[in-house]
């Protein structure tokens, strides 16, 4: 079963290399999407593939590389569509 959410990730989660982790972590799961900054501090993270697959990410995203400390993870599903190619870090 396919699937697609949109994540938001706060704490400390910006320079810290959080993005660049969540690329890596999503193109082994086999996940598409993106993962960007927001201007609030957040980051947002679009992912959408196998549903096993975006639960893992999502999942993982909740602790994050070593240097960040997030605080809680806001998921809403989005309807599949099949948007994205591969995974991207957007600026």
Do not use: C
Request: glycine share 8%; net charge negative; proline share 3%.
């Amino acid at each position: 079963m396919m699937k697609k959410v949109k994540a938001i990730v706060m704490g400390r989660v910006q320079g810290v290399w959080f993005r660049a982790n969540t690329m890596q972590e999503a193109k082994l799961l086999g996940v598409r999407g993106y993962a960007r900054n927001l201007p609030d501090g957040s980051v947002e993270i679009v992912a959408e593939g196998e549903a096993a697959a975006v639960d893992t990410l999502i999942a993982w995203a909740g602790e994050g590389p070593p240097l960040a400390v997030v605080s809680h993870v806001r998921v809403e599903d989005l309807d599949y569509d099949d948007e994205f190619s591969n995974f991207a870090v957007r600026h």
